[in-house]
């Protein structure tokens, strides 16, 4: 079953790389006429991943030719940022500015607030005084809350107009509009009263008043709103988009599920990233060696000191390991038993925290609920251990007891932590997800490499 | 910044909270009325985030007043798997039968799905005849599906009615239809022939054809695609639905834009838990300890079997290690610093996997990246160490060389490894994320002390 499905994914992946190659070869014929037939006929959306996968000369051609197109802006709005960075460098802003003006402006705000900052006032200074104060107005927003999100272009009515009315006005003004399907309605002093989706509006009789068939709970984000929580307003809700209001319950503008889309697969990308210590860039892929490497190093540091601290510790130990030269050989099982439940844990409630499973005022059994299952484990594995290795190391006699109990020692200590550390984390406002990074993990295994000594020292009295 | 966005997700979730206590104290004190009331005005959505951190007990009482209100079905199918099941234990099958008929019926195929096939089977005995066969014919695809995930609720019209008669069929039948934004055209003989929106629908004349102003080149999926491909086509081209046909281009369903969003949710979920080697079970948060442990536990055994290769290993080197008791104390460093790389690199490929960034004709070009970051911080981390052990540990002398080339080789052996094995577990279609777990991880550390034990005993002449 597995199998079939996986093969139709390969295959709708094929389609894209079938289009980048008639793309590569079109280029090296220079066919620019077929080319240019070819990005018309293709969604902004997939010419911006061929893009993604030609090489830099290759750029600079296609993009000669994609600029000719009128989707040239709905393709630049596609574009990863650090492509969008490099293709730009060789326009002038006069014609960026002629570009940008085209674009939604919620996608141009975006566009300008990719690059850096001096072109883009460049950009800014060509653009008309109309166009720039609306992408302005959006600038002022922290682009990770509902305000650097959201889009102007919205339809709202006063509450008094009648059905017919609204009707008649979508019909003539809704061109310029992003995605009509909810109909907001206001108060005479302009503060949000109710929606109503396009649908329903059709189903009622044209002299109703607009007060009387909308729905008055209107959910609603302010332009503050961290940008995690208006996705989560919006899936939890099942709408398509959700107005966003200033301080005085003003609508300034709606945000899509299209959009929201974006911020869920972004997020979940940057939580990934994180919890595997490579940083938060979603664009990792896209930077140079040296680059990412930038990205990488300082956690791969915190593991480098976590290493040197372990070193101290067993060389504390030298006289005891000079004696049971056996103890040395448990240090990788010791390790990897602590820092693989650890994981596991610590993934488990960093998820949950994000997906509003994980419930703060229920730490403690959460908490316990984890030290259970590492008491589970280690005594399993422990068990396990112990028994294995006193049957083939039985000299010294207890070196068995030892390890099985240093295992099961170092899995409740571990699978705990990694419960409470991104709980603790999240308290304090961090972001729970550094909890199942290198630091963590590697501050686990020091303990647990401790434990194991000092339990080896007691009793096998050394 | 960051401080100010947080406390406001922190408000919101004490909204939940609060909601929460209000619900415990009234069912504390019996208030069957205020109680009934709340759950009225609440969303059903939120009504679940409630019900899934009550108690078994209190579960049990609440239902008993959500049964009573009009959002129950509603309700159902915003519940976990593991809460459902639990709650229709003490439900009659009629009961649920008459529950399950008025829910829109892609639901309630999945709400059948959910539960033990002996209940759903008695369930589906209660149904009218009519309500059955439009459930079966959703069951029979598979849950991962277009098929599993559609709603047979759609609108579509022939293509040679007028634009009048269109909005007439629409004031008068979309009443029971999901989601009416889209209205889907078709040929004379069934097929999928294009779709227009409501808004476009309205701004064109009433006389004119349908075929004339719908737009042709519609993006469609068939029932038998992969869920997460369905995802992928929505969020690519910015849909609010996407069209599913059978075999024959009959359009059979639709599949709304409020699913896709729980499809991407819960593929990332699996995929962090899978990486973690945690199992993909979900829900795994609301499992028992013990099926939490036995999730778990495989996972682990891979890791307990990989240590206990180590021990081995380093015990085959026990005459090496008893003339230089230090090597012990150099283990942790070199097995931490070879499985945060790898971590890291594996992460990064496996999530680029996941998300199109990573495209399978050039592993060559993202494997040797890898290998460039890995040399790039193996030299670094090597050469600190190096250094730092020749000046603390300069007994044997070489000893800083032999653990600086120790951590170098194990660091370009991870990354490069980190980012081959999610490619090549893609390419023989297992899942990129296992990649991550233990497993390999474990390969890697097993490698890495094998190789440093190598090099100590080559380079200190042992």
Redesign the interface.
Same mark, same amino acid.
């Given at each position: &079953?597995k199998?079939?499905?996986?093969?139709?994914?390969?295959l709708?992946?094929n389609e894209? &790389?079938v289009l980048l190659d008639m793309v590569r070869r079109l280029n090296r014929r220079s066919a620019t006429g077929h080319l240019l037939k070819l990005v018309d006929k293709t969604?902004p959306?997939?010419t911006a991943?061929v893009f993604?996968?030609l090489n830099e000369e290759e750029r600079s051609q296609i993009f000669g030719i994609i600029a000719k197109t009128e989707s040239v802006g709905e393709f630049l709005s596609e574009l990863d940022e650090a492509i969008l960075v490099e293709i730009v460098q060789e326009l002038s802003p006069q014609y960026l500015a002629e570009i940008i003006t085209k674009m939604a402006s919620d996608d141009a705000a975006d566009v300008l607030e990719a690059l850096p900052e001096e072109l883009a006032n460049d950009i800014r200074r060509h653009m008309e005084k109309k166009d720039r104060e609306e992408v302005d107005e959006l600038l002022q927003y922290?682009p990770?809350?509902a305000g650097g999100l959201m889009s102007p272009d919205f339809m709202s009515l006063e509450q008094n107009l009648t059905v017919g009315e609204a009707?008649s006005i979508?019909?003539r003004k809704?061109?310029e509009m992003e &995605?009509?399907?909810y109909l907001y309605i206001n108060h005479e002093d302009g503060k949000l009263a109710g929606v109503v989706?396009?649908?329903e509006l059709?189903?009622n009789a044209p002299e109703r008043e607009l007060k009387n068939v909308m729905n008055p709970n209107v959910i609603s984000v302010s332009t503050?709103?961290?940008r995690?929580?208006v996705a989560?307003v919006?899936?939890?809700?099942?709408?398509?988009a959700v107005p966003v209001v200033d301080s005085g319950y003003n609508l300034v503008g709606i945000v899509t599920?299209?959009d929201?889309?974006?911020v869920?697969?972004e997020e979940?990308?940057e939580?990934?990233?994180q919890?595997?210590?490579?940083g938060k860039d979603r664009e990792?892929?896209?930077k140079s060696?040296?680059e990412?490497?930038a990205l990488?190093?300082p956690?791969?540091?915190a593991?480098?000191v976590?290493?040197?601290m372990?070193?101290?510790i067993?060389?504390s130990f030298?006289e005891e390991?000079?004696k049971v030269?056996?103890?040395?050989?448990?240090?990788?099982?010791? &390790?990897?038993?602590g820092?693989?439940?650890a994981?596991?844990s610590?993934?488990?409630i960093?998820?949950?925290i994000a997906?509003?499973?994980?419930?703060?005022?229920?730490i403690a059994r959460?908490v316990f609920?984890e030290m259970?299952?590492g008491l589970?484990?280690g005594v399993?594995?422990g068990l396990?251990?112990g028994v294995?290795?006193y049957f083939f190391?039985n000299d010294p006699k207890m070196l068995g007891i030892v390890v099985g109990l240093s295992i099961f020692g170092s899995m409740v200590m571990a699978a705990t932590l990694g419960a409470i550390i991104p709980l603790v984390l999240k308290r304090f406002?961090f972001d729970a997800a550094i909890a199942?990074g290198?630091f963590v993990?590697?501050s686990i295994?020091?303990l647990g490499?401790m434990f194991y000594f000092y339990i080896a020292k007691i009793i096998l009295s050394l």
């Open positions: &079953m199998k079939a499905e996986k093969a139709k994914r390969e709708i992946g894209g &790389m969604h959306a997939d991943w993604r996968h922290h990770e809350s009707i979508i019909q809704s061109e &995605m009509v399907f989706s396009l649908r059709l189903m503050d709103t961290d995690g929580e989560h919006v899936s939890q809700y099942n709408i398509l599920v299209d929201i889309i974006d869920i697969r979940a990308t939580e990934f990233l919890m595997a210590g490579a990792i892929l896209l060696t040296f990412s490497a990488r190093a956690w791969l540091f593991s480098w976590g290493g040197v372990a070193i101290v067993i060389t030298e390991l000079s030269l056996a103890l040395a050989a448990f240090i990788p099982i010791i &390790m990897g038993m820092g693989n439940i994981t596991q610590s993934t488990i960093v998820r949950g997906t509003g499973r994980v419930n703060m005022n229920e959460v609920k259970r299952v589970l484990l399993i594995y396990f251990l294995v290795s190391y406002d199942t290198p993990t590697t295994d020091i490499v």
